[in-house]
């Protein structure tokens, strides 16, 4: 376990083009202790699916392990593929990256030479230092297995095991930063209320006007960090139905939180005769949410 307090950074990450990710990256800092296999931190994913961990080895047998969820295929039906890099730090040779899939198979990140077109957030080692010490760790990986994955970085000269188990010594590392890209956004799970005030929301979907739906605060969600322009809600949740959000909140559950109230277009929100909940889906500071509440739709109101 580290002695010496961690060096938080906060580093903005945009995804590698390579993958076609947008969006920043949701910068956090490395939690102790995440230096057992058995551990390790969870990689909190952003918008862009990318995340970005600043952190630091202490000495030369600390391993911080990291991990995150990943299937196969995206959902375009393509083979997932990721990047997993370390910048950020003067002398990138001093780390290693291991990679150890579900499956318990490793694989080991390559220190490649310096390449500041594909990788700017690389730095160079001081210039009295042989070119071929100007390394940067980096792994491209192709998601093979569906699953939790995990990430170990650990200091140059120190093995770890497919098991993470860990022999040898390096040096420590004041800090760096660990960037893995071409991943799926964390869902934030929400809470909302349709119609509030109501037992039980019922909806005509043939009238025309606007669905008053109160999103929740948790301790996961603030409804006031939400980008009202990624607001969907109906029947799948993807409809573009919204029409506004208030600017103000007042506590709609009695949590002593306040909520928000935002409108949706009735008309757009293509319910079926057959719902019985309707879902909201949305970025709120960067992550993605959704949620889901019930409703009673109207049957006479069909036209067979």
């Known amino acids: ?12 990450a945009m995804a590698l083009a390579a993958f076609g990710a947008s969006g920043m990256a949701i910068a956090a800092p490395e939690q102790e202790p995440n230096n057992s296999f058995g551990s390790p931190q969870a990689l909190e994913i952003g918008a862009g699916g990318v995340a970005t961990i600043t952190g630091s080895i202490a000495g030369g047998s600390d391993v911080d392990f990291y991990s995150f969820e990943a ?4 959902a375009n039906g393509k083979q997932t593929k990721i990047s997993i890099d370390i910048d950020g730090t003067t002398f990138p040779e001093n780390l290693v990256v291991y990679v150890i899939d579900p499956l318990g198979r490793r694989l080991v990140s390559d220190n490649s030479p310096y390449d500041p077109i594909s990788d700017p957030g690389s730095m160079r080692v001081p210039p009295q230092f042989p070119t071929n010490m100007t390394l940067d760790p980096r792994l491209d990986v192709l998601i093979t297995v569906d ?24 040096s420590p ?19 909302m209320d349709i119609k509030p005030g109501n037992e039980l929301s019922v909806l005509n979907p043939k009238s025309m006007g606007a669905v008053p739906v109160a999103l929740l605060s948790n301790a996961d969600f603030n409804p006031f960090d939400v980008d009202v322009a990624s607001l969907t809600f109906g029947h799948n949740g993807t409809e573009p139905s919204i029409m506004r959000c208030a600017k103000d909140g007042r506590d709609l559950n009695g949590d002593g939180k306040p909520d928000r109230l935002c409108h949706f277009d009735n008309g757009k929100a293509g319910f079926l005769k057959t719902d019985t909940v309707a879902k909201v889906k949305g970025v709120a500071g960067g992550k993605p949410f959704q949620g889901t509440g019930d409703l009673k739709v109207v049957p006479q109101k069909f036209e067979d």
């Open 1 to 12: 376990m580290k002695t010496q307090p961690t060096i938080r950074r906060t580093i903005l």
């Open 71 to 74: 299937k196969a295929l995206d």
């Open 147 to 170: 699953g939790k994955w995990t990430v170990a970085v650990a200091p140059n000269g120190l093995m770890v095991s497919n098991t993470g188990g860990v022999s040898g010594q390096g």
């Open 173 to 191: 590392v004041a800090a760096y930063t660990l960037i893995v890209a071409g991943l799926t956004p964390s869902m934030v799970e929400i809470s």
